[in-house]
Nanobody
Framework: QVQLVESGGGLVQPGGSLRLSCAAS????????MGWYRQAPGKQRELVAT???????NYADSVKGRFTISRDNAKNTVYLQMNSLKPEDTAVYYC????????????????????WGQGTQVTVSS
């Protein structure tokens, strides 16, 4: 019903920058919060940053001051600008969208559901 497609990952040297994008499409009535999560090998998935439909943001302590999350509500797209990248930022990055589908809207439930992208690899290495 809802698809999230990420792009922008890749290999970058320490201190470099990358910009991730995630576009949501499909049977969407509205999207509440959107966010980015990451999972490094052998570790659990962790929150990186979230942003509400009104623009309020939240960041993991490890990325504060280096990463910036933003969104374009008209395009159902969320972005993650990553600066001053470190080797420990290496992970698969996943986007998430808390979405009310058209089905939920027309059924009167308005219940949101979390949808996930397929992930994009970010590798920080010299």
């Amino acid at each position: 019903q809802v698809q999230l497609v990420e792009s922008g990952g890749g290999l970058v040297q320490p201190g470099g920058s990358l910009r991730l994008s995630c576009a949501a499409s499909g049977s969407i009535y509205t999207i509440n919060a959107m966010g980015w999560y990451r999972q490094a090998p052998g570790k659990q998935r962790e929150l990186v940053a979230t942003i509400t439909s009104g623009g309020s943001t939240n960041y993991a302590d490890s990325v504060k001051g280096r990463f910036t999350i933003s969104r374009d509500n008209a395009k159902n797209t969320v972005y993650l600008q990553m600066n001053s990248l470190k080797p420990e930022d290496t992970a698969v990055y996943y986007c998430n969208a808390d979405t009310v589908t058209l089905h939920a809207y027309y059924s009167g439930s308005y219940s949101p559901r979390a949808y996930w992208g397929q992930g994009t690899q970010v590798t920080v290495s010299s």
